[in-house]
């Protein structure tokens, strides 16, 4: 755990470390340009990094990413008819703006309070710690054209 600090404060291989994974310069990469292209694909992942760092292999992207999400340093997002996208933007409850026409995604901000944002009416028992929203229509540049 990083103290006295925000994650964003600190590098990727001083997160990595802190998250209890060995750095190393695929991981780096791959965090490097995710970091860059949020909402990025994992195949899109691998284009972009594979221009950075050579030998990386579709499959060590794969699973790079799910190391990565299960150890909180990137979230997973899986909008419907799209492959699932990644993200570096952990420290909040944010929420996705989805384009139907072009499958543009944007970050959205709570729609009300503190995380989760939004509450059950019967939670059945649980902790809700996150909610998830998608909000879908159409950018503006989809819009604009039609």
Known sequence: MLVGMTLLEHSWPDRLRAAGLRVTPRRVAVLE???????????????????????????????????????????????????????TRTADNH?????????????????????PCLTPDDDAGFFVHTADVTYFGLCPQCRDAG
């Not at 990413?65 to 909180?72: R, S, T």
Request: hydrophobic letters at 40%; glycine letters at 6%.
């Open 33 to 87: 340009t995710l970091d860059a292209h949020p909402h990025s694909s994992a195949d899109e992942l691998h284009t972009r990094a594979e221009a950075r760092l050579d030998h990386l292999t579709r499959q060590a992207v794969y699973i790079s990413l799910a190391d990565f999400v299960g150890h909180g340093l990137v979230r997973k997002i899986e909008p419907p008819g799209s492959p699932a996208r990644y993200e």
């Open 95 to 115: 929420h996705h703006l989805v384009c139907e026409q072009c499958g543009a995604i944007a970050d959205v901000d709570c729609a009300v309070g503190a995380a």
